[in-house]
């Protein structure tokens, strides 16, 4: 007999189960997923693109891939995260929204587009040609644009204050 369950009142505590093999082997899948969804959104399209001819390429079933990064949104924005990983991406991003240098501006911004398009500038165009047919690509698309400015309503970095 189960003493917990002859207690009233009891809840069985969950058993936390944590296998770093398991999280390697998932990210590995994912890791070719996304991989594959680049290569195929590079040379077929976003559109001409089924998730199926994604899975086939990274040799795991179709619910694995929705699993692992959702439908074809979930791949623009593990691909978002592939650009943001580019490079100093992230920081250079940061940098330009609180520097206020103009200079500076000018050439961490040529600084950010160069390192953009060398190491993921295939991703930034497939993204770029989609958002004008999908409204789901458009905000993947959005999302990543927004990353690497000033947040709304902040000056933008180097500007002089109004004279008033």
């Not at 991989?35 to 195929?40: G, I, K, N, T, V």
């Not at 490079?87 to 940098?95: F, K, L, M, S, Y």
């Amino acid at each position: 007999m189960n003493v917990q369950s002859t207690l009233v009142g009891v809840k069985p505590i969950p058993r936390s189960y944590r296998s770093p093999r398991r999280e390697e082997q998932a990210a590995e899948t994912r890791r070719r997923i996304v991989d594959a969804a680049r290569e195929l959104f590079g040379a077929q399209g976003y559109a001409g693109t089924s998730l199926a001819a994604i899975a086939e390429r990274a040799g795991v079933s179709v619910p694995t891939v929705y699993n692992s990064v959702g439908g074809k949104p979930g791949l623009l924005a593990a691909l978002n995260e592939v650009v943001d990983e580019t490079g100093d991406v992230a920081a250079i991003g940061r940098r330009i929204g609180t520097t206020t240098d103009p200079v500076e501006v000018v050439q961490l911004t040529a600084r950010l587009r160069r390192l953009l398009m060398e190491g993921a500038g295939d991703i930034v165009v497939v993204i770029s040609e989609a958002a004008a047919a999908d409204p789901d690509v458009a905000a993947a698309y959005q999302a990543g644009q927004e990353r690497s400015r000033p947040a709304p309503g902040e000056p933008l970095s180097g500007s002089a204050p109004s004279a008033r």
